[in-house]
């Protein structure tokens, strides 16, 4: 059969809203079902505004098991095929396959395929496909800089507070009685840790927040540990020892002694600017939302995708049911970013690869995207980062410190 005709209603249709379709030889793809034959023709439509394309084409389908099955084993190791494919038409059972492509590379691209039985399915894909970035574009959150400046007023009447009056109770293990559990010469300064303990909006100590301070054994940060370490109970802080992986803790002050010893530190060390002045305008634009800029004007540069969802876009057609999701979470975390301490903070971690920052959350998968700093050929730059780590740089090392905020208000 030609599959050329076969397709002709298809193009038709698609001319008549607008979007444009060629026929030719399609990029070779593959799924659960193997990997389409070479030399396969059909219908190509590009994105409008990227490198995506969706290929459409036509396959003879016979249904292997009865409706209803098929698919992955329940132990999730197997799949079983529900229709058997047939790419020289031998059969009656014609069906349109429709795949979407968001880069097409020169190989085999993993992309799974679509059937459908009638023309209009696929022009309607094709229509919702054509204009995703748009019609499922995200609006970025408000900015409300007046709330969030009373919320941060909150907090350091609270630090200060709680500074004043230090609730610190040690466990046994650590505190230095006749007879204590371990050696450790910690040289604690209780104020300190209850002025820099992580605080919510209203204030008060985060639940359960967890501070590595000390790594007793100096082990791999990737394995499990004893820690000295903190917790919130009520409004006191509570230190033990307790079993820790040190890499996927987003509190991890053993390279800020400062914020718990009774060590001191200049505010070029603390804060990588040698005043709070100097941090002003950077903080201003991150409070207004105005991420990009703030990004830009301490030299920070973003990936496309990271780029696509500052400006409200899915990164591509697959995940765009993820991009409110994304969105709100990106400029949630980032408005609490200091940009300029990004790059010292890569050079501290000494990972010499991207680091993850923070995840974005909304996928239930090992494999999970993630913000994360890397330097390549020294330039500063955000990534959007897949990993099934739990790994990520302590936030103490990148987000705006808490007694620089103090000195900003």
Known sequence: MDRQRLLSGVAARLRELGIPAGFGLLVPYQDFYGSSPDGLTGLVVHQPDGPGRMQVTVVAARRTVPPGEGGLSADGRVWVRDVDLDYELAGDELAFEFTTLDEAGAGPVWTPRQLARDEEAVVDAIRLWHGFRDTLRSTPPAAAPARRRAGFVKQVAARRAAADAARVRLDAQIDPGPDPGLDLDLDLDKARLCYHFPRDRHGRYVRNAVVALHDVEGGPLSKRGPWVAARADGDELVVAVEGLIGA??????????????????TAAERWQVADAADARPVVELLERHELAEALTLCGVDVDGDLAALLDGHPIDYRHARHTDTWV??????????????????????????????????????????????????????????????????????????????AALL
């Open 328 to 405: 709100r979470t990106l400029y949630e975390q980032l408005r609490d970013c200091a940009p300029w301490r990004l790059a010292t903070a890569w050079r501290v971690a000494a990972a010499g690869k991207p680091i993850p920052l923070f995840g974005l959350k909304g996928m239930n998968h090992q494999v999970k995207p993630m913000v994360a700093v890397d330097a390549p050929g020294g330039v500063c730059r955000l990534t959007m980062h897949w990993t099934g780590s739990n790994a990520r740089l302590t936030r103490a090392l990148w987000e705006v410190p808490a007694d620089l905020r």
């Open 248 to 265: 996927n803790q987003d509190h991890r002050w053993d390279r800020l002694p400062w914020l718990w010893r009774g060590l001191d530190a």
